[in-house]
């Protein structure tokens, strides 16, 4: 399938959710999703088009727009008479992109997003940067790699007494913040992002 349309797939260092977007999203719903359950939780999927509903019409702090806004290139409405009232009052498009043709309406809708989420970009990366320190490794170089195991009933092993760290070697980078790790066997134990890392 990804051959098949083209799609560029990007894997993430293991155990490194915050580089997913999709997992951010997935945190929103977990926590919508707790909101709404008390002692039963059987059914928990009984609130998701609420919750769904919520998080496309909810203004995303990167953009300035919401999620449906951002798609569509109009308001999301939840009921019919509401949508009905805006289009009688000609209040559906944003004055902004009143009159223009659909693709130069979006095409707008694009850079003003891009530039929004530039400037998120920048404020976020300013606040990181004064409380991070640069660390690069060199290809070769041996480190020592955080130990993600899990317990295992069966073996007697619990996780909570393994080491935290595990000596490695860098075999090369990926990205900025990610290397290929192997063990000091040569077997490729996976990517790993640098805080998972120390010299």
Known sequence: MIKQYRIRHIRTAVYSPQSNAVERVNQSVLNAIRAYLEDDHRDWDIY?????????????QATGVTPYFALFGQNMFSSG???QLARKLRALEDNELEGLEPGDRMALLRDTMRRNL???HETSARYFDRRTRAVTFNPGQEAFRRNHVLSDFGRCFNA??????????????IGNHMYEVEDTNGKLAGVFHVRDLKQ
Not at 48 to 60: D, F, G, N, T
Not at 160 to 167: D, I, N
């Open 48 to 60: 998701l088009p609420e919750i769904e509903a919520a998080l496309r019409s909810s203004v995303h």
């Open 81 to 83: 008479a509401d949508y």
């Open 160 to 173: 909570k007494f393994a080491r935290k760290f595990l000596r490695c070697r860098i075999r090369r980078p």
């Open 118 to 120: 530039h400037e998120a």
